[in-house]
């Protein structure tokens, strides 16, 4: 469904397919892989902001949880990325699946920033103390503080 959904996005150089299986495998990494409505919000969590895909049909698919996973990292709209992330992580919060969801993301991202995108290494940097401030107070479990050291970890190496 995602990967259809995403069509002939890119993520850099490669198919879009790339950046949802990164997401994934760091939920895998940090072990998430048995929670199915997570794996399957991970493959999706961008289909709300990017593909013609609604809730409905997520919903419809995989499930109420996946589809409010989705929803809940799904950017708001705002003048700016900073008021639109502002305002999502309000949500995004209420949820530790969710912040897990997001997590996953960001750093899928940051290794792959690590990896040759100096650009979106250095935004989420800068974003790093507002991302941190706002979700981690509401992390409880072992895992996710895990991949919060993790995320820091890349961030403070060059």
Request: glycine share 6%.
């Amino acid at each position: 469904m995602a990967v259809a959904a995403h069509g002939g996005q890119k993520y850099g150089d490669q198919p879009y397919e790339y950046h949802l299986a990164q997401v994934v495998a760091v939920l895998e990494r940090f072990g998430f892989a048995a929670d199915a409505a997570l794996v399957a919000a991970a493959w999706l969590h961008d289909a709300l902001e990017d593909t013609a895909l609604t809730s409905d049909e997520i919903e419809a698919e995989c499930g109420a949880e996946t589809a409010e996973l989705v929803w809940r990292v799904t950017d708001e709209d705002g003048a700016n990325r900073r008021e639109r992330k502002a305002k999502t992580y309000l949500k995004t919060r209420e949820s530790e699946k969710a912040i897990v969801l997001k997590l996953a993301d960001r750093i899928a991202n940051v290794e792959a920033g690590r990896a040759g995108n100096q650009g979106l290494l250095k935004m989420y940097r800068k974003e790093q103390a507002v991302f941190a401030e706002s979700l981690k107070p509401f992390t409880t479990t072992g895992a996710a503080l895990d991949m919060w050291n993790h995320l820091e970890e890349l961030l403070s190496n060059d």
